[in-house]
């Protein structure tokens, strides 16, 4: 890594680890962000490369080991899913009253799955925001894929608990 200027290390790879994050998040700006970060935890981590592995190697584990943990570590923050929240339907609010109902219902998604214990809530995430596949899930979170089956299965159950605990909910655009 001492042979190449911060620069040109930068030019280098910084598309390759932008595809990288783009790969986990499926938004190209939280895709931005996260291999800047990945970018300065390179330059700072430089040091430690030992050389065992390509530079090339070394970046994408860094990159893929960042995006990983940057995924486990959402832990409370929901902003990146009511950001997605509006994947949920594909209708257009015919009226106001229907737009802020479905707002209404996205906030108490949101709240609810902020209540999920982390385990089950980044795979919520992961299989009904970011549209990944189960198999995908598996690769990136190095489980069983039994587990993530459950684990979804369970989260879901979860939420249906919390709003039969509610009681009757109101019923779309009657007022």
């Known amino acids: 890594m ?7 290390f930068y030019l280098k790879y910084r598309k390759k680890v932008y595809h990288i994050a783009l790969s986990y998040f499926k938004d190209r700006f939280m895709a931005e962000d996260v291999s800047h970060e990945v970018m300065i935890k390179c330059f700072e981590k430089r040091s430690g490369f030992k050389g065992t592995s390509t530079l090339d190697t070394w970046v994408y584990c860094v990159a893929k080991n960042y995006c990983i943990d940057k995924i486990r570590n959402m832990k409370g923050d ?16 015919a009226t106001p009253e229907a737009a802020l ?8 998604l949101q709240r609810k799955v902020a209540m999920l214990p982390e385990k089950y809530k980044v795979l919520l995430i992961l299989y009904y925001f970011e549209h990944l596949s189960l198999k995908e899930i598996q690769l990136r979170l190095k489980m069983n894929i039994s587990t993530v089956k459950i684990r979804i299965y369970r989260a879901k159950q979860m939420l249906k608990k919390m709003y039969q605990a509610e009681g009757p909910r109101f019923r779309r655009y009657e007022f």
């Not at 001492?2 to 040109?8: E, M």
């Not at 479905?102 to 906030?107: D, H, K």
Request: aromatic share 6%; hydrophobic share 25%; charged share 30%.
């Open 101 to 108: 109902i479905r707002n209404v219902e996205y906030e108490d």
């Open 2 to 8: 001492n042979q190449l200027s911060d620069s040109d």
């Open 78 to 93: 929901c902003s990146y899913l009511s950001e997605k929240a509006g994947l949920l339907t594909n209708e257009e609010a």
